[in-house]
T-cell receptor
Framework: NAGVMQNPRHLVRRRGQEARLRCSPM?????VYWYRQLPEEGLKFMVY????????ESGMPKERFSAEFPKEGPSILRIQQVVRGDSAAYFC???????????FGDGTRLSIL | GEDVEQSLFLSVREGDSSVINCTYT??????LYWYKQEPGAGLQLLTY???NMDMKQDQRLTVLLNKKETQLSLRIADTQTGDSAIYFC????????????WGLGTSLAVNP
């Protein structure tokens, strides 16, 4: 069984550009979570989605960041007008139910020039 | 509020046991997890324990939960160099607030 797939693994953007990060959950999982990991820091929760619904976005910055998990296709984390401070590793996790273990992808490492 | 604390570093000799400790403040956490992260990689779920258990063993891994002290520990028997990684504990409250709360991770160095 394929695990959680994230792409791209590495993404380089210039300040002001848009970054789109993709996450395909494990087969059978309908719950998706996005986390951000800054250097030398732990993981910070960003958003929790189920198919077509945002359940909890309390960790998302108020501006420039958005997430979706459409009926078909991967979950997308979108960062508009990126700034240097957005440089981080972004991890996606999925689970088959909200209280079941979350399984992680290998992350997307975003670098802003 | 919710918080999870871990010591940042642990160094052990190959073959010894490692014990990584974690303290969580949310006593209503219902599930507690240990994840392993190797350099440049994602997080690998190692094991988890329900809050109504006090111990769980899985091969070389033993998880101990002291609910009264809100302390969680991960013991790795016969530690190998391949165990060198960062270990994160995380807790989840299965009530209204369902997101995982993470510690900063313990960096385990295994010396030959």
């Amino acid at each position: 069984n394929a695990g959680v797939m994230q792409n791209p693994r590495h993404l380089v953007r210039r300040r002001g550009q848009e970054a789109r990060l993709r996450c395909s959950p494990m087969k059978g999982h309908s719950h998706v979570y996005w986390y951000r990991q800054l250097p030398e820091e732990g993981l910070k929760f960003m958003v929790y989605l189920q198919k077509e619904n945002i359940i909890d976005e309390s960790g998302m910055p108020k501006e420039r960041f958005s997430a979706e998990f459409p009926k078909e296709g991967p979950s997308i984390l979108r960062i508009q007008q990126v700034v240097r401070g957005d440089s981080a590793a972004y991890f996606c996790a999925s689970s088959w139910d909200y209280n079941q273990p979350q399984h992680f992808g290998d992350g997307t490492r975003l670098s802003i020039l | 509020g919710e918080d999870v604390e871990q010591s940042l570093f642990l160094s052990v000799r190959e073959g010894d046991s490692s014990v990584i400790n974690c303290t969580y403040t949310d006593s209503s956490s219902t599930y507690l997890y240990w994840y392993k992260q190797e350099p440049g990689a994602g997080l690998q779920l190692l094991t988890y324990i329900f809050s109504n258990m006090d111990m769980k063993q899985d091969q070389r891994l033993t998880v101990l939960l002291n609910k009264k002290e809100t302390q969680l520990s991960l013991r790795i028997a016969d530690t190998q160099t391949g165990d060198s990684a960062i270990y994160f504990c995380a807790g989840i409250n299965a009530g209204n607030n369902r997101k995982l709360i993470w510690g900063l991770g313990t960096s385990l160095a295994v010396n030959p």
